[in-house]
């Protein structure tokens, strides 16, 4: 048996929360982050039939019995994860329709995964269905994108257009748009299925006076997501105060999506 701190996938998402808590995105507790995992490049490192303890997950997401997720524990500091993933960590294969996940690895002080597991595990379902390939979920409270949810209309449309318009490369990673969710209780299952709903259709969900949720193929994609759009959400609180003079007009748009063979979300553009 390989020893699994040695393993690609602790190794990468380690770095990663480090990043995303240097980053300014995960103040204390804030943000957590699920990775699904395959069976074979687990069984290298963990012996799949010890289960550790069995965790009731409140929700039920049939389409999910069998897989394995490492994930961020509830109640963790990203900023302490390099230090001891094994508590902050956790791996579970999910059974009994999704119902309970089976702890394999990780959470050595009797913890559990984090409060959002319903968003991720919905939000994984629904991306799985647009992009079977999609595999990360990752949540955080990025400053710039939330105090835009305080002066910026939250219609879909204007907020991914305003957006686009902050950079020019915006369009070309994230095409599908932003889509938002007005404030609602956090760490609920309610919450969970209206951001899986959003999640049919765009990759990054603005959750209003709270944070951003992303997804994608892998941990870098993921992060490069919202790292862009927090970027773009950054200019425009640079410049919403100012006169603005020039924009990036929607004949310029149409331009990046042939030059980089990318298709804007239907109706977005004129
Ligand atoms: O505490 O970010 O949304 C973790 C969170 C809850
Ligand atoms: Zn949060």
């Known amino acids: 048996m390989k020893e699994i701190l040695q393993a690609p996938y602790i190794i990468e998402l380690v770095r990663t929360l480090t990043n995303m808590y240097q980053h300014g995105w995960d103040e204390r507790n804030g943000g957590n982050v699920s990775v699904l995992l395959d069976e074979a490049e ?38 302490n ?17 999704g119902t309970r996940a089976e702890l ?8 559990r995964f984090t409060s959002e597991f319903p968003a991720h595990m ?21 400053a710039n ?4 949810t305080y002066v910026h209309e939250l219609d879909e449309v ?11 490369e915006c369009i070309v990673v994230f095409p599908d748009g932003v889509n938002v969710l007005p404030w609602m209780l956090c760490g ?23 944070g951003i949720y992303g997804a994608g193929r892998d941990l870098d994609e993921t992060f490069g997501l919202i790292e862009t759009a ?20 929607d004949a310029a748009m149409h331009q990046l999506e042939q030059h980089f063979g990318v298709k804007a979300r239907d109706g977005y553009l004129q």
Request: positive net charge; charged residues 20%.
């Open 188 to 210: 609920t299952n309610e919450i969970g299925e209206a951001t899986a709903k959003k999640m049919e259709t765009a990759r990054l969900v603005v959750w209003a006076q709270h």
């Open 42 to 79: 687990l069984k290298e490192y963990l012996d799949l039939t010890n289960v550790i303890r069995t965790i009731h997950t409140g929700f039920a997401a049939p389409e999910l019995e069998g897989n394995y997720f490492l994930v961020t524990g509830t109640g963790k500091y990203f900023k």
């Open 230 to 249: 927090e970027k773009a959400a950054e200019i425009y609180m640079k410049i919403a105060h100012l006169p603005i003079l020039n924009t990036i007009s």
């Open 145 to 148: 994108l939330l105090a835009m």
């Open 81 to 97: 994860v390099q230090y001891d993933p094994a508590n902050n960590l956790g791996i579970v294969r999910l059974t009994e329709k």
């Open 122 to 142: 919905m939000s994984h379902v629904a991306r799985r269905r647009v992009d079977p390939a999609s595999r990360v979920v990752m949540h955080c409270h990025p």
């Open 104 to 111: 394999l690895w990780g959470f050595t002080d009797g913890g």
């Open 158 to 168: 204007k907020f991914t257009r305003t957006l686009w318009q902050m950079c020019t």
